[in-house]
Structures are given as C-alpha cells and as structure tokens.
C-alpha cells in the first residue's frame, strides 16, 4: 500500500517566521513530488513542484527532496496570514497516478 | 492564464438519480483526471484519461461511475443511481505530461450533495 504521512497539526506559526512542513512517503520508487495548498472549502492549488534531490526555490518557497529518507519538506518564509491554509503533499507513483496526504493545517498568527 | 474549469459549481440531487459532472481541461492537456475529497478527509483518486480512454482506476470507481470526452474539449464524470456517501467534493485535473511536465491543475470542483 502507498502512502503519503503528513503531520495534521494544526502547525501555528507566527507572522514572518519560518513555516517548515514536512512529509513521508512509502514508495521508494517515487519520481515526482508535489505541493498543494487547499484553502477551505475550495479546490487544491499548485504551489512547488520537485523531481531532484535537493532544494528547489520559488520566491518565499523552498521544496526539500532527499529520496533515500523518502523525505519531501516545503519551507515558508516570512508568513503571512494569508498563508494559512492547509498543505497537501502530493507523491506521484510509476503510472503518474498522484497519492496524496491528509494535510497540514497551517495557521499564521499576526 | 489556461485554467480547468468545471460545472455545475453545486448540484444536488435525490439518492439514486444519476448526474453528471462536466469538467474542461487545460486546452493542450492529455492527461486528465478525476478525485473526489468528502468533507474533512483526504483528496482520492478515482480515474485518469488519456488518449480516449481510462488509464488508471481505484477502487472506488466501480460500476457507478463512468467518465467520457465526448469531444475535443469536455470531459465528464457520470455517476448513477447516486447514494448519500457520494455526497463529496468532485474536482477534475488535467496535466501536459510532456517531458517532466507531470504538475496537474485543478479544477475550482463541483459540490455534490446527495439528499
């Protein structure tokens, strides 16, 4: 069975710090990584993407890869309060299928 | 900027009617796709399309349900004689899959709920 483990939380950080989120995956074999962000009741949101082991940066964004701890983490600089939402790690498996975790529930606090 | 539009954005409906969802992907997409997320618990997987026909399936897509392109831009997700558990959130996604171009892109989801 595949799985994605995310920590539910809710992770309550305040604003302009360092939001830091991580997520587990099962399947060794796993080539594409995702991030979504879901606000309530609305449809999951693209925000980082990685296929490499590493660091990726996308403005205040960093997505973390290290495939041999089966390891993806996205980091959020200088919150905001718009950034509380809830953060979907998404892993896509050998048939692009994606499997998704349950969601960290962020809350920035002004 | 292309995005994946779906309608209706809510549709109730009586246990056992059937409905169906409509779903139009990003224009140049190949790959599309449906999920579905109830209230408070994870996004699930139900079926991807591509080339005109189902690639993959989970378990919850059975005999009930059933998806079609019936042309060049529409994507649908039918689902009969409906129960109270389909009641969820049904969101259509569609991705280039081009090179490593695997990001798929979201619908805004359409609202089911199953009276």
């Known amino acids: 069975q595949k799985e994605v483990e995310q920590n539910s939380g809710p992770l309550s950080v305040p604003e302009g710090a360092i939001a830091s989120l991580n997520c587990t995956y099962s399947?060794?074999?796993?080539?594409?990584f995702f991030w979504y962000r879901q606000y309530s009741g609305k449809s999951p949101e693209l925000i980082m993407s990685?296929?490499s082991n590493g660091d990726k940066e996308d403005g205040r964004f960093t997505a973390q890869l290290n495939k041999a701890s089966q390891y993806v983490s996205l980091l959020i600089r200088d919150s905001q309060p718009s950034d509380s939402a809830t953060y979907l790690c998404?892993?896509?498996?050998?048939?692009?299928?994606?499997?998704w975790g349950a969601g960290t529930k962020l809350i920035i606090k002004p | 900027e292309p995005e994946v539009t779906q309608t209706p954005s809510h549709q109730v409906t009586q246990m056992g009617q059937e409905v169906i969802l409509r779903c139009v992907p990003i224009?140049?997409?190949?790959?599309f796709y449906w999920y579905r997320q109830i209230l408070g618990q994870k996004v699930e997987f139900l079926v991807s399309?591509?080339?005109?026909?189902?690639?993959?399936k989970s378990e919850i897509f059975d005999d009930q349900f059933s998806v079609e392109r019936p042309d060049g831009s529409n994507f649908t997700l039918k689902i009969r004689s409906t129960k109270l558990e389909d009641s969820a959130m049904y969101f259509c996604a569609s991705t280039l899959l081009a090179g490593r171009s695997y990001e798929q892109y979201f619908g805004p989801g359409t609202r089911l709920t199953v009276t």
């Open positions: 399947d060794r074999g796993s080539q594409s």
């Open positions: 990685i296929y």
């Open positions: 998404a892993v896509s498996d050998s048939n692009y299928q994606l499997i």
């Open positions: 399309f591509y080339n005109n026909e189902i690639s993959e």
């Open positions: 224009s140049n997409h190949l790959y």
